[in-house]
């Protein structure tokens, strides 16, 4: 029979808590958050817009390019963080209410950042974008991490099962007031309109009444942070690490597969981000987690995982900024010949168009962006200077 904690033994365990980590950082895990970053600010600074090769664009609608994959594997890696994060806390329940705040102040952070790179530089408040990408990582992690806190695998597995397939029949059976049936179409489905309700003159510029990171489709994004908070709780298990691999292979095979299947009814959509995006690109998360994790941590091979580990440990400070730097570019005039033009225009029509074909300078400029990054980030690493939220 086990005998119960004493308040001297409960005290040296939240001293314990208090004075060192849980465990040391998954490297793998900042390797994986690192190429993410990376591949998102690859996609996110082409010399020309117009001129982008098939697999750095989004689908135009339903389907899944590699950069359709870059922001659920965010998602996907911020839950596995939050287990790292937070497993030592949640086995003190009297720690929970404070452990709660600081979740919550974190999410809010981040969608602070968000809006003040949607507000930058202009700050036009009647039409703002509310919505965005930093915007729904503070929310999902939130969601994701008082979850996690609060519930057991169990839990959070039928939580998961309920959220997919409450979405999938909203979207699918629901009517669209002054639409009619539902249906799927980019202006006319009811996430959008929710979002064209809610937030009207807020949203996306490029669609006006509809968000990629709307209201409803938020709730599926939740369900990718779980899927990474299963996952890091299987990691995290005191087993041997071939094993824990294989099985996170194995579901991270079953789960690509049955988003695949459920796309035959429920079309894989990032924009929506259907419930067969949520399964299909959790499923392809896990596989890439799992071979870095089987590479780096129980291989042991780090000789070349260094450019990838300067963007993981910093990601959301290179996020900000690479937003931030381009805007600060734009305001920055330059005289030409041809009359005045911005600084990135100057840089990019001197030293790229001329020597490059449209393509590939669009694509050299955004190869140094990652690479003017890289540095800075270089040097932040080995002045063990990480920012943190």
Same mark, same amino acid.
């Given at each position: 029979?086990?005998?119960?904690?004493?308040?001297?033994?409960?005290?040296?365990?939240?001293?314990?808590?208090?004075?060192?980590?849980?465990?040391?950082?998954?490297?793998?895990?900042?390797?994986?958050?690192?190429?993410?970053?990376?591949?998102?600010?690859?996609?996110?600074?082409?010399?020309?817009?117009?001129?982008?090769?098939?697999?750095?664009?989004?689908?135009?609608?339903?389907?899944?390019?590699?950069?359709?994959?870059?922001?659920?594997?965010?998602?996907?890696?911020?839950?596995?963080?939050?287990?790292?994060?937070?497993?030592?806390?949640?086995?003190?329940?009297?720690?929970?209410?404070?452990?709660?705040?600081?979740?919550?102040?974190?999410?809010?952070?981040?969608?602070?950042?968000?809006?003040?790179?949607?507000?930058?530089?202009?700050?036009?408040?009647?039409?703002?974008?509310?919505?965005?990408?930093?915007?729904?990582?503070?929310?999902?992690?939130?969601?994701?991490?008082?979850?996690?806190?609060?519930?057991?695998?169990?839990?959070? /597995?039928?939580?998961?099962?309920?959220?997919?397939?409450?979405?999938?029949?909203?979207?699918?059976?629901?009517?669209?007031?002054?639409?009619?049936?539902?249906?799927?179409?980019?202006?006319?489905?009811?996430?959008?309109?929710?979002?064209?309700?809610?937030?009207?003159?807020?949203?996306?510029?490029?669609?006006?009444?509809?968000?990629?990171?709307?209201?409803?489709?938020?709730?599926?994004? %939740?369900?990718?942070?779980?899927?990474? %908070?299963?996952?890091?709780?299987?990691?995290?298990?005191?087993?041997?690490?071939?094993?824990?691999?294989?099985?996170?292979?194995?579901?991270?095979? /079953?789960?690509?597969?049955?988003?695949?299947?459920?796309?035959?009814?429920?079309?894989?959509?990032?924009?929506?981000?259907?419930?067969?995006?949520?399964?299909?690109?959790?499923?392809?998360?896990?596989?890439?987690?799992?071979?870095?994790?089987?590479?780096?941590?129980?291989?042991?091979?780090?000789?070349?995982?260094?450019?990838?580990? %300067?963007?993981?440990?910093?990601?959301?400070?290179?996020?900000?900024?690479?937003?931030?730097?381009?805007?600060?570019?734009?305001?920055?005039? %330059?005289?030409?010949?041809?009359?005045?033009?911005?600084?990135?225009?100057?840089?990019?029509?001197?030293?790229?168009?001329?020597?490059?074909?449209?393509?590939?300078?669009?694509?050299?400029?955004?190869?140094?962006?990652?690479?003017?990054?890289?540095?800075?980030?270089?040097?932040?690493?080995?002045?063990?200077?990480?920012?943190?939220?």
């Amino acid at each position: 029979m086990v005998s119960p904690t004493t308040s001297s033994q409960k005290e040296r365990v939240l001293q314990d808590s208090e004075m060192k980590p849980i465990q040391q950082r998954l490297k793998s895990l900042d390797v994986f958050r690192g190429i993410t970053v990376l591949t998102m600010i690859l996609v996110n600074n082409p010399g020309n817009w117009g001129k982008i090769y098939a697999p750095l664009k989004h689908a135009t609608w339903h389907g899944c390019t590699p950069t359709d994959l870059v922001f659920p594997f965010f998602l996907f890696i911020v839950g596995v963080s939050i287990v790292y994060a937070l497993s030592g806390t949640k086995q003190i329940p009297e720690k929970h209410t404070a452990t709660i705040f600081r979740i919550i102040r974190r999410g809010l952070t981040l969608f602070a950042l968000g809006l003040f790179l949607a507000l930058f530089p202009k700050f036009e408040f009647d039409t703002v974008r509310i919505p965005g990408v930093l915007q729904r990582i503070g929310v999902v992690f939130i969601i994701a991490g008082i979850i996690f806190l609060k519930t057991e695998r169990r839990t959070q /597995i039928l939580i998961i099962c309920a959220l997919l397939v409450g979405y999938w029949a909203i979207m699918m059976f629901a009517p669209v007031p002054g639409v009619g049936v539902a249906n799927l179409q980019p202006t006319t489905n009811l996430a959008a309109w929710i979002d064209n309700t809610l937030l009207p003159g807020h949203l996306w510029k490029s669609s006006k009444v509809w968000d990629p990171e709307g209201i409803l489709s938020t709730l599926p994004a %939740v369900v990718t942070g779980l899927l990474g %908070v299963l996952t890091g709780q299987w990691l995290k298990k005191k087993d041997e690490p071939g094993n824990k691999i294989a099985w996170l292979m194995v579901w991270g095979v /079953i789960c690509t597969c049955l988003g695949l299947v459920w796309d035959l009814h429920f079309p894989i959509n990032k924009s929506l981000w259907t419930s067969s995006f949520v399964l299909y690109t959790g499923g392809l998360a896990m596989l890439g987690l799992g071979l870095c994790y089987w590479i780096i941590d129980v291989k042991g091979y780090q000789k070349y995982t260094t450019p990838f580990l %300067v963007y993981g440990v910093n990601a959301i400070t290179v996020f900000f900024l690479s937003g931030i730097i381009p805007r600060i570019m734009s305001m920055i005039k %330059v005289d030409t010949p041809a009359g005045e033009v911005d600084s990135k225009t100057y840089l990019y029509e001197t030293f790229y168009t001329p020597h490059l074909s449209p393509y590939n300078a669009s694509l050299a400029w955004a190869l140094t962006w990652i690479l003017f990054w890289m540095i800075i980030l270089y040097f932040m690493y080995r002045k063990n200077i990480i920012i943190k939220v």
